[in-house]
C-alpha cells in the first residue's frame, strides 16, 4: 500500500485475554519495526524484521510477547495474558534506508 | 546500551523566533541521524534526515551533525504555532538499530 496501515486503531481488552496487532507495511519496503509509546513516554524499541526474519527481538518485554512475519509483508504483535502494563499505543514503522515511516498506530488499553 | 538523550523542556519560542533543539548519543559508530515531528495523539512524522558532518537545510529546517562531539541538532527558524510538537532525535547504529530519544516538546506562542 501507500502507507503504512495498523489494525485495528483502539483495542480494548480485559486483563488475562490475548491480543493480536496487526501491520501492513509500504509494499516493497523489507524491513519492520515494531516500537511501543506509553503515555508521555518516548518510543521503545520492541522487534526488527528483515523480510520474514526477526534477527534484532532483543526489546520484547517478556516471553507473553510475540510476533511474525509472513510473505515478506504483513506483520502481527501478539501479547498472550495481557496485564495492565501492557496499555501503551503500538507503533509499527517501514523503513527505507533508515528513514521510517509510521502507521497510525494501534491504541491498547487493558483494563 | 545505545542511549539518544534530549532535554525534555517544554521550549517555549514567540512566534518568528529560531527554535534549536538538541540531542546526543551514545554510539559512536552511529552512522545516520533523524529528526521526527510528532503532534499530541499522533504519530511519528520524519522531517529531516542527515548522515555526514556539517549542516543540512530544508526549507525553515537546518540539521547538524557533529560526529566528534556525537551531538545533533535541529534548527527552527521562523517558528510558527503550527509547528508546536515533541521533536524526537532518532540514530541508526549498525543496520537496523534504531534508537529514539524521549524527545523535547517544542511551544510556539502567537
Known amino acids: 500500500g501507500a502507507g503504512v496501515s495498523q489494525s485495528p486503531s483502539n483495542k480494548v481488552t480485559e486483563k488475562g485475554k490475548d491480543v493480536e496487532l496487526r501491520c501492513d507495511p509500504i509494499?516493497?519496503?523489507?524491513?519492520l519495526y515494531w516500537y511501543r509509546q506509553s503515555l508521555g513516554q518516548g518510543l521503545e524499541f520492541l522487534i526488527y524484521?528483515?523480510?520474514?526474519?526477526?534477527?534484532?527481538k532483543s526489546g520484547l518485554p517478556s516471553d507473553r510477547f510475540s510476533a511474525e512475519r509472513t510473505g515478506g509483508s504483513v506483520s502481527t504483535l501478539t501479547i498472550q495474558r495481557t496485564q495492565q502494563e501492557d496499555s501503551a499505543v503500538y507503533l509499527c514503522?517501514?523503513?527505507?534506508?533508515?528513514?521510517?515511516?509510521f502507521g497510525q498506530g494501534t491504541r491498547l488499553t487493558v483494563v | 546500551q545505545k542511549e539518544v538523550e534530549q532535554n525534555s523542556g517544554p521550549l517555549s519560542v514567540p512566534e518568528g523566533a529560531i527554535a534549536s533543539l538538541n540531542c546526543t548519543y551514545s554510539?559512536?559508530?552511529?552512522?545516520?541521524f533523524f529528526w521526527y515531528r510528532q503532534y499530541s495523539g499522533k504519530s511519528p512524522e520524519l522531517i529531516m534526515s542527515?548522515?555526514?558532518?556539517g549542516d543540512k537545510e530544508d526549507g525553515r529546517f537546518t540539521a547538524q551533525l557533529n560526529k566528534a562531539s556525537q551531538y545533533v541538532s535541529l534548527l527552527i527558524r521562523d517558528s510558527q504555532p503550527s509547528d508546536s510538537a515533541t521533536y524526537l532525535c532518532?540514530?541508526?547504529?549498525?543496520?537496523?538499530?534504531?534508537?529514539f530519544g524521549k524527545g523535547t516538546m517544542l511551544l510556539v506562542s502567537p
Open positions: 509494499s516493497g519496503h523489507t524491513a
Open positions: 554510539d559512536r559508530g552511529s552512522q545516520s
Open positions: 542527515i548522515y555526514s558532518n
Open positions: 524484521f528483515q523480510g520474514n526474519s526477526a534477527p534484532d
Open positions: 514503522a517501514s523503513p527505507r534506508g533508515g528513514e521510517a515511516f
Open positions: 532518532a540514530v541508526l547504529s549498525g543496520y537496523s538499530t534504531l534508537t
